[in-house]
């Protein structure tokens, strides 16, 4: 098997339903802040066995209220996704399907199928 084709089996690429990106900063919130969130999030998808992939990146270009978190194929942006918050946006969203409206400030669904 080509390494390729064995990180797609290792990672279940293909059976995903939602991908949660998250900020870092260092502009929208201190290092340490983005770095608590995300281990928050990698852990809280491991313990439910959740079918989300999830990346971390050091900018999702909006440097105010971070960490910054946007869910697609929704495309949910939301604000202050802090390591408090992330057990929750789990539960709701990522497992129920349900966005936690008063943190959402933006949306951008892309359009399945195209």
């Not at 293909?14 to 802040?33: F, M, N, Q, W």
């Not at 960490?67 to 194929?73: E, M, N, S």
Request: net charge neutral.
């Amino acid at each position: 098997m080509d390494p390729l084709e064995t990180a797609v089996k290792k990672h279940g690429i293909g059976a995903y339903r939602r991908h949660v990106l998250i900020c870092t900063g260092p502009k929208c919130c201190s290092d340490a802040e983005g770095l608590a969130a995300w281990e928050t999030l990698k852990a809280a998808l491991k313990d439910t066995g959740n079918a989300c992939f999830r990346t971390k990146v050091g900018c999702l270009r909006v440097c105010a209220e971070g960490p910054i978190a946007v869910v697609y194929p929704e495309g949910t942006w939301y604000r202050n996704m802090t390591a408090e918050r992330i057990p929750q946006l789990v539960a709701e969203h990522l497992q129920q399907g349900q966005p936690i409206e008063e943190w959402v400030f933006a949306r951008n669904p892309l359009p399945l199928g195209s």
